[in-house]
């Protein structure tokens, strides 16, 4: 059963343009990450929120912004999209403690020409 | 800072047979939680196992796995391979002090008939 979201599931975009994709989370928690999937299928962290504040902001380029306004919302915006963006973005929302686990969305691909 | 170590690329194995992926870890918590996450193909990942408790074995959906904090590993093992088990698989440390997962580069496992 689905209870992160993630919109678009795909998105073709040329160099430059601007895109924004957003996720959604039903669980009620309080944490929310989002992930950049390459092509060798590394999984890497780009932010981490909790309840809407951001708590770790690897080193990704300036031109990735994220947002939320509300704790069960995170949105992210890349301002001129770049060749080497072009991967699965994957949203993930965490419940912590004896059940510490992460709950991925289905992500959105983006192809950048 | 943490960092993880997986059997590198694909392991490929005919049905039947066992399974054991290896991971090893390094992290500057004294009591870290150690994840496996299975992604199948056109799937997010998901969580399949996790522990946070030295030399205590884990296990769900067949799979078993053993934190052992003396030679930091949490190596993945399945006694009968099964065409399903087709997957990649991420091992991740963490720890209660830390808000991110350090994913690993991912095993391809692929189960032949």
């Known amino acids: 059963e689905t209870a992160v979201f993630q919109t678009p599931n795909y998105h073709v975009t040329q160099v430059g343009n601007e895109v924004s994709f957003n996720c959604k989370q039903t669980l009620g928690h309080d944490t929310m990450y989002w992930y950049k999937q390459d092509s060798k299928k590394l999984l890497k962290i780009m932010f981490s929120?909790?309840?809407?504040?951001?708590?770790v902001n690897e080193t990704v380029p300036r031109r990735f912004s994220p947002q939320s306004s509300d704790k069960a919302h995170l949105n992210l915006r890349i301002k001129s999209v770049e060749p080497e963006d072009s991967a699965v973005y994957l949203c993930a929302s965490r419940v912590w403690g004896s059940q510490d686990t992460q709950y991925f969305g289905p992500g959105t691909r983006l192809l950048v020409l | 800072g943490d960092s993880v170590t997986q059997t590198e690329g694909l392991v490929t194995l005919t049905e039947g047979l066992p399974v054991m992926l290896n991971c090893t870890y390094q992290?500057?918590?004294?009591?870290?939680?150690l994840f496996w996450y299975v992604q199948h193909l056109n799937e997010s990942p998901r969580l399949l196992l996790k522990s946070f408790t030295d030399n205590k074995r884990t296990e769900h959906q067949g799979f078993h796995a053993t934190l052992h904090k003396s030679s930091s590993s949490f190596h993945l093992q399945k006694s009968s391979a099964q065409l399903s088990d087709s997957a990649l698989y991420y091992c991740?440390?963490?720890?209660?002090?830390?808000?991110?997962?350090?994913f690993g580069s991912g095993t391809q496992l692929t189960v032949m008939p």
């Open positions: 929120y909790n309840n809407k504040q951001l708590i």
């Open positions: 992290t500057i918590y004294s009591n870290p939680f």
């Open positions: 991740a440390p963490s720890s209660s002090g830390s808000w991110q997962l350090i």
